[in-house]
């Protein structure tokens, strides 16, 4: 946590004050306790609590030992860049032209393939690299706290 | 008398029921793995046997329900040869009929369904039905990601962006393999009246196209255009007292991978559906790739094309870079693969317009017939159409040929 962001935190926050902070997103009972740790800048990844296998994107049983007991549990936060692209132009034909945004999709360190997708954020985007070593922290969007990462190490020039 | 091949040739072996009730406060996805998982159980079979998934629904890309995306991940089922979502009675006969063709051999038929806002008063005060309902799109089921500020990598360009810079850093190839693609693909356009751009271009061109999302520029995607396409099958039978020299259906195969529905968390490069298609077809035709003569690999985006080539065999991963520098014909600006392949003889998605790959179809049946003129292709007798081959949706392979 960088303290970058100025988003309210919310400790436990009510379905209902799930609801009503993220307006836009697909929320069920799969998902709504990621959801719920994002409020509290915490990121929560479901993991089986029979065979340890992290499920993501969520679901309410394991795919590996077909286990229901499948527990939101927060992860490290550590991780590399799997995949990015930097996003010049916005599919919303209205957009203004701004600077390109990078979203990458990172690998984080608890198991092979679990991936979460967040801009890269205090790095210039031309210098984002495949395979570098990120950390999670927070950016504000809209008034709430979302995941992003940030280089670990130090930043090589230029690709 | 009408025919029925199929006549005891099915059975149903396994069934799996969840309870029923008004408000079970449980997603739709939830209720069907738990009567997925009981009919597998019921059959006492291991799940890596189902080859086929009909799921529910009417949609392919329809996420955050049940269809066949997200049941094969949910159920780490890895590899099936089969899939489409159905609903009402019909699904049932879908899944059958896959199976009387041999696409697979044990197909797996789920249907869930949840009681929607306008159909109670409480299920309208329910905020996790309230909120699916706002975000559920036509088909029936949620479309997720658009609306995400998770932004989401679903069925979209972002991702195959992402992994046109996987792929270049992986194998070392540089940006001239999807440049190579785009041309061949606009000069065979050039002389296919139908095609919507028809300007030559150069690789320089290419290079110099605006930049979408880095490193995807303009001339790596396909062009969205007005256009209608339709063909029709019938018995081998009875398409040889037709006008027309028949083209035979050889072989057909489908894919899905166990990660299928968020780029993001998809598997490595060689494992995504488009492989196992394609190594479907394989174990389902007696051509090869040595026999062709046309092929029409998926190119929505250039890097799909790439997959195709890949995947079907002409050369191992990472090596189409060099594949088509080798079968490069200046003088024409096209290229062959093995030295006599012709590659989008149509102009592809990216020139002839995007039709879902369905032009590819009719493109592959007129050169077998022989009719195309200036244009013909000579003696082209065989044809692998991969179209639509995403990385995950419905990635057909079909081998056609002539007599």
Redesign the interface.
Known sequence: MTGMADAAEVTHATDAEVFAALPAVLIDRDNVEHYRGLLARRLLINRCAACGYWVYPHRPLCPKCWSWDVVPTQVSGDGFVFLCTLVHQERDPDAAPGEPVSTAAVELVEQPGLRYLAPVVNCPPDRVRLDMPVRLTWVDRDGVAWPAFQPSGPIEGGR | MARNPLKDQLAVVGVGSTPYGRDL???E??LA?EAA?AAVEDAGLDRQEIDGICGTGMDPLAM?GSGFLTLQ????IEKTTWQKNGWLGSCFVYAAEAVFSGLCDTVLVVQAYTRGIGMSRSAAAD??RL??AQ?RAAGGH?I?G????????IH?G??Y???M??YL?DYGATKDVFARIAVNNRTHATTNPRAAMRTPITMEDYHAS???????QMLDMDVPVDCGEALIITTAERARDLRHSPVYIHAMSLGGS??G?????S?GWTENALWISLAGLRERSDLTIDDLDLFFPYDGYTIDTVGCIEAAGFCKPGETADLLASGWDAEANIYRLGGHTLVSTNGGALSHGRAGGFNFYTEAVRQLRGTEGERQVPDARTALVCAGASFFHDPASVMLRTD
Request: glycine residues 6%.
């Open positions: 406060k449980r997603t996805l939830s793995l998982t955050g991940g949910a159920l780490g905020p996790f909120r699916s975000l949620t997720v658009q609306s995400d500020p998770a932004r989401r990598w979209s972002e991702p962006a992402a992994w810079a996987r850093h605006r930049v979408i999302w880095e490193p995807m166990r990660v529905e968020y780029y993001d968390n598997l």
